[in-house]
């Protein structure tokens, strides 16, 4: 089992390029602790701002730093960050068109116990509202390198949503298929089509397996890039398939299922069947049992293809 979490990742990418880029800069709002960026603030200290529990103050002076040819990476959880910092976020950044990467941790249902005023189950939605706002949401370590990477060469918005614990690896260590932009397909299938993203796309891959032993063979698309929104390889999946499922750590209204929903509609329309959250204040539990109870895993995946196929 993997025990390396996606923002340890992103940590670990940004310090090996801090060595030789003095642009890159990182701000947390009294986060660097659980956002695992404590060893980026102690060897590079003077790339480094905490600005404490002021969250619209973080994305604020990230813009500014970007003004003034920083790379400003504005580290806080999602659940804040994309809430009370929000018109930062719009003006401050995707307006104004700043290098500013906004990096949610603990996305999703990932505070467990904490509960609502800690999940962050409406970001995407939000995020993608914003014009000019990107949208990412890798499924494991591996593609969040690749993800960190590719951003540290652009100088355009984005917003990264990752969660609080390690994940199950999707793809290897140093083979991962990443192309920006662009959809992953995981598992080739004819019969049904299962588009995730984020800490989703592993059991979907599980049940896939699933299916596959019974005979039923699942497509399995990781849609890591939430927007700009792949169209074209959701197509190619979903074109021959009997129905598409969409599994998501979200809230049903404004996020990959409906943007996958609106896409098949138009396109190749045919029934789509939405995976989420509910539209109701989630159960109290750690992220397995969340899953769990709302058939978020691979067994839920797995019954919900079988009804559709």
Do not use: W
């Not at 299962?194 to 059991?203: D, L, Q, S, T």
Request: net charge negative.
């Amino acid at each position: 089992m993997n025990k390396i979490a996606n923002k340890q990742e992103i940590c670990r990418v940004l310090m090996e390029n801090a060595k030789t880029d003095k642009d890159i800069v990182v701000l947390c709002s009294d986060s660097r602790g659980s956002a695992s960026m404590t060893p980026f603030a102690d060897t590079y200290p003077e790339q480094f701002v905490e600005v404490g529990i002021a969250e619209q103050n973080l994305v604020s002076i990230s813009a500014g730093l970007a003004k003034c040819g920083k790379k400003a990476y504005a580290v806080s959880p999602a659940c804040f960050l994309s809430t009370r910092s929000y018109e930062q976020a719009k003006v401050d950044v995707a307006y104004s068109n700043t290098n500013v990467k906004l990096i949610g941790i603990s996305g999703g249902i990932s505070y467990g116990a904490l509960g609502m005023s800690h999940h962050s189950a409406q970001d995407i939605a939000a995020m993608a509202a914003v014009p000019n706002m990107r949208v990412y949401i890798p499924s494991d370590r591996n593609q969040t390198r690749c993800l960190t990477e590719a951003l540290l060469g652009d100088e355009k918005p984005a917003y990264i949503r990752v969660g609080r614990n390690a994940v199950e690896d999707v793809y290897e260590e140093g083979n991962c298929p990443f192309e920006m932009d662009k959809a992953t397909v995981v598992k080739e299938g004819k019969d049904v089509a299962v588009v995730a993203c984020g800490e989703m796309v592993k059991p979907a891959l599980d049940a896939a397996d699933i299916l596959e032993k019974e005979g039923i063979r699942a497509a399995v698309l990781d849609m890591y890039c939430i927007k700009p929104f792949d169209k074209d390889t959701l197509m190619q999946i979903v074109s021959g398939v009997k129905a598409v499922i969409t599994v998501e750590e979200h809230a049903p209204f404004g996020g990959l299922g409906s943007m996958v929903s609106q896409a098949v509609g138009s396109e190749c329309p045919k029934k789509v069947v939405n995976l989420s959250l509910p539209d109701a204040a989630v159960i109290t539990g750690t992220s397995k049992e969340v899953f769990d109870y709302y058939g978020l895993n691979a067994e839920g995946i797995a019954k919900k293809a079988r009804e559709l196929v």
